[in-house]
């Protein structure tokens, strides 16, 4: 079964709201966790390392006001695309390292966005 | 700067055929892993294998097999007798090793695989 859960799967928002995405270790805790966005037939960008306890790190590019980040467990990262956009509609895709084994990375089930 | 590049863009085979998906790597890193996923419509990736950089043997793993050659900084994917459920994006991934690890992914643009029956 799945190791990393991500929830929602699939979300309809409408266009100025803001919606919240979460990413969760299910039987490993995380002290890091990152965030991938993927438009229609695209690679996977990252966007941010989320760190646990304190603020994550974007990437270039990437507007930290617009897409929050909480990492407030050991377990638990969210992602909010706040002030949502048509242009926002993507794939979001988590993925969290295990820090028993440093190398091994477990992504989560993505969640497809789609803002109207 | 560390760089993932497929080729490859998309592939069509007739069932039964092998096929060959292209990956080639940049990085300064002397310790590194590569990654190679499959993502069906569905979204999700799919985790095919991991390798690290000081481990050049080739694998084999039912119909798939992967060849590294850190002389040609490649690491390619073959499937042998593919089947229509092979049919996805397939992506390779690049990230540093070592005490520097970071666990962030660097993705290739990703191959499109159809099989047709």
């Known amino acids: 079964g799945a190791v990393v859960s991500q929830h929602p799967s699939r979300v309809i928002c409408k266009s100025g709201t803001s919606v919240k995405i979460e990413c969760r270790s299910l039987d490993f805790q995380a002290t890091t966790m990152f965030w991938y966005r993927q438009f229609p037939k695209q690679s996977l960008m990252l966007m941010a390392t989320?760190?646990?306890?304190?603020?994550?790190?974007?990437e270039q590019g990437v507007e930290k006001d617009k897409f929050l980040i909480n990492h407030a467990s050991l377990t638990l990262s969210t992602l909010t695309v706040t002030s949502a956009h048509p242009e926002d509609s993507s794939f979001y895709i988590c993925?969290?390292?295990?820090?028993?084994?440093?190398?091994?990375?477990?992504f989560g089930e993505g969640s497809w966005l789609t803002v109207v | 700067a560390q760089k993932v590049t497929q080729a490859q863009t998309e592939i069509s085979v007739v069932e039964k055929e092998d096929v060959t998906l292209d990956c080639v790597y940049e990085?300064?890193?002397?310790?590194?892993?590569l990654f190679w996923y499959k993502q069906p419509p569905s979204g999700e990736l799919v985790f095919l294998i991991r390798r690290n950089s000081f481990d050049e043997q080739n694998e084999i793993s039912g119909r798939y097999s992967w060849n590294f050659q850190k002389s040609t900084s490649s690491f390619n994917f073959t499937i042998t007798a593919s089947q229509v459920v092979d049919s996805a994006v397939y992506f390779c991934a690049l990230s540093n090793g070592g005490s520097g690890n970071t666990g962030k992914l660097i993705f290739g643009q990703g191959t499109t695989l159809q099989v047709k029956p």
């Open positions: 990085t300064r890193d002397t310790t590194y892993y």
């Open positions: 989320s760190n646990e306890g304190s603020k994550a790190t974007y």
């Open positions: 993925s969290a390292r295990d820090q028993r084994i440093l190398n091994t990375i477990y």
